[in-house]
């Protein structure tokens, strides 16, 4: 049980930091007209890391501090190194003081903190 | 000579009364009952690479063009695509860009058209600038419309443009699938593998067609559309391929970033 709970726990990390990349990659962009409308197919990250979390215990409470503080440490660090990788290639305009903003808005909407 | 009347609710039948003192239609003669409402002469639409459409289908869309006609005004055109302009009957709902520069309610025509014809409509309400936007700049939009019906002639002769945020941000979507595999079913494979190979042939200045894709997909994993679809996939073999080409579209897309700063 408590094997399957880090799975899913990592799992969750995995599609929530996909979806706080995104956001960051977003904000990046200057040109807010071009966006895809064209997108009905394409699961979303976030819907797939709402379904993980459904499934993590405790469900409808926050987690405990041990718990918090890990997925934090393991998103902050799997989302700065793929913005990393992007800036280092001459991306512009990603704002990295966006990500602890982003992580907690996140973390707060599906019930981790 | 021409009487116009209305048709009324009987017993066991309708009928449609005349004056009895009339000339002509003398009683025992056959006459021809029309409605008066003309049919509005539809136009006929305009196929771009399609090689051939079932008949109920082009029935279909002059219903769906005569709705919109009835229910939205000022539009510029009317562009049907995707999985229902395919061969047989395997689609779940009939996709189409309502082109207009002004936004109104496209929820009703939804409905109508569900309720007239039961088939689900995907309406996207696009301004014309968008489209143009969208085909230079979207590898979804080309292929979507490199297979088209549309209620106007069209021609999108727009040169392309690599923006790469964009391109980022679409390849990112099918990152879900390295980690999700298990939980994925074939279709939802195929769409985030279309995706990468769109985005890959795209940044490759390749012409893209859902066929051109999908022959892509066929030569890059060794596999068919059909058995990806099915979901009947080797887990390691088809991550493998699929991380290489994911690499390889974003390491493209990234070395694009030092031609379009210059």
Redesign the interface.
């Known amino acids: 049980m408590t094997q399957n709970r880090n799975k899913l726990i990592e799992l969750f990390i995995g599609n929530l930091a996909n979806s706080v990349i995104h956001k960051i990659l977003e904000t990046a962009i200057d040109n807010t007209e071009i966006s895809n409308k064209y997108e009905k197919e394409l699961k979303n990250s976030f819907e797939i890391a709402k379904k993980y979390r459904d499934k993590i215990n405790p469900l409808y409470v926050p987690f405990p501090d041990k718990d918090v503080e890990y997925i934090r440490i393991k998103l902050t660090n799997k989302v700065n190194s793929e913005l990393l990788k992007r800036i280092s290639r001459g991306y512009e305009n990603i704002d990295l003081k966006l990500v602890k903003e982003f992580i907690d808005q996140y973390l707060k909407i599906l019930v981790v903190i | 000579m021409e009487i116009i009347s209305r048709v009324s609710k009987g017993s066991k039948m309708d009928q449609v009364y005349i004056p009895k003192h009339r000339s002509g239609f003398s009683i025992g003669s056959y006459v021809v009952l029309k409605p008066l409402e003309k049919e509005s002469a539809v136009e006929k639409p305009y196929f771009y690479n399609i090689g051939c459409i079932e008949p109920v289908k082009l029935h279909i869309i002059t219903e769906i063009i005569k709705i919109i006609d009835k229910n939205y005004q000022n539009y510029e055109n009317i562009i049907f695509a995707g999985s229902f302009l395919e061969r047989g009957f395997n689609f779940n709902d009939v996709?189409l860009l309502l082109v207009s520069n002004t936004k109104q309610d496209v929820k009703y025509i939804k409905n109508i058209i569900e309720k007239n014809i039961g088939i689900k409509a995907?309406i996207?309400l696009?301004d014309i600038?968008?489209l143009l936007?969208?085909l230079a700049?979207?590898p979804?939009?080309q292929m979507?419309l490199s297979k088209c019906i549309s209620k106007k002639r069209f021609i999108f002769n727009v040169k392309r443009k690599v923006?790469?945020?964009?391109l980022?941000?679409?390849l990112?979507?099918s990152?879900?699938l390295i980690?999700?595999f298990d939980?994925?079913n074939g279709?939802?494979k195929y769409?985030?593998t279309r995706?990468i190979i769109a985005l890959y042939l795209y940044i490759l200045n390749k012409k893209l067609s859902k066929e051109i894709v999908d022959k892509e997909i066929k030569k890059i994993f060794e596999i068919s559309v059909k058995l990806i679809k099915q979901n009947m996939l080797n887990k390691k073999s088809f991550l493998n391929k699929y991380k290489k080409i994911y690499k390889k579209t974003f390491d493209k897309i990234?070395?694009s970033?030092?031609s379009d700063?210059k």
């Open positions: 996709d995907h996207i696009i600038k968008s936007e969208g700049t979207d979804l939009y979507m923006l790469y945020k964009i980022d941000l679409q990112l979507k990152k879900i980690n999700n939980i994925l279709v939802e769409y985030l995706n990234m070395d970033i030092q700063s």
